[in-house]
């Protein structure tokens, strides 16, 4: 049977799924005298996420059959399925083990870590910016919070590296548009967006000069983002806007400030 599965996965067109998944259902690991099949199972989950006609109860069966399957490597075949556009693929490896999501770069497989290194999504964001199966990521990160480690939150597209890089900014550094992604994360994860919006500005004063987005969050959000300063330096939006030399930014704050003053009877903003 090993010899006919790895001859299934060498076929260079189209995969036999349903014959692979016949033959491995009766392999059992723990089984006395059972053979080490795992570098063949590395080969069938490598085929799976580069091929969009697996389903994913065949997908999960090689899954539950791999022996020494490390969060290294769940992340490394998460990463081929998003390269692939192979959504089945990556729900059905986030969903056999959620911990893909929350593993940092430098941690251990234990969890152990710093916290601070790269995710999954900033890996993704990285090398492919915004797509359907990264706003996907996004969601179960969202979503599934009681999972994170209590000393090392994720906070998703603003989660920062010591590098200070975010998902949101590797996206946009590969081409990605920030309206485009703030209007879906807004419309799916309104409650997630409004408590990160303050995070916003350092992003806007670096990669926007069209000032109508800037203009329409402040609308929505005011005090939220105009008062709001960096959780980790301690910069706000106008200290990001001089700090880039933004000068539309700069221009909108300002103007947004004084507003802002007169209405609660404090005066000019240089008085």
Request: proline content about 3%.
């Amino acid at each position: 049977n090993s010899k006919k599965l790895s001859s299934l996965l060498e076929n260079p067109k189209k995969i036999d799924w349903k014959g692979i998944k016949a033959i491995i259902s009766t392999y059992h690991p723990g089984k006395n005298n059972a053979p080490n099949l795992d570098s063949t199972f590395h080969q069938a989950l490598k085929r799976a996420c580069l091929d969009r006609s697996v389903c994913q109860s065949t997908l999960k069966t090689i899954l539950q059959k791999t022996n020494n399957l490390t969060l290294q490597d769940r992340i490394r075949f998460a990463i081929m399925a998003v390269r692939c556009q192979n959504m089945v693929a990556l729900q059905t490896i986030i969903y056999d083990d959620i911990s893909v999501l929350f593993h940092h770069s430098n941690d251990d497989d234990n969890g152990y870590g710093f916290g601070y290194g790269d995710t999954l999504l900033h890996m993704v964001c990285e090398k492919h910016g915004w797509n359907t199966e990264i706003a996907f990521i996004l969601s179960e990160v969202v979503n599934n919070k009681e999972h994170n480690n209590s000393n090392r939150n994720h906070e998703g597209l603003f989660q920062e590296t010591h590098g200070l890089e975010t998902p949101l900014k590797l996206s946009l550094q590969a081409g990605s548009d920030l309206t485009d992604i703030i209007d879906h994360v807004r419309e799916e994860h309104p409650t997630y967006f409004e408590r990160n919006v303050g995070r916003l500005s350092q992003t806007i004063a670096e990669y926007c000069y069209d000032m109508k987005l800037l203009s329409e969050l402040i609308g929505l959000y005011g005090i939220l983002l105009l008062d709001s300063f960096h959780p980790e330096n301690g910069s706000s939006p106008l200290n990001f806007a001089c700090y880039y030399q933004n000068e539309d930014m700069i221009r909108v704050l300002l103007e947004e400030y004084k507003k802002k003053n007169e209405e609660e009877g404090i005066g000019d903003l240089n008085s």
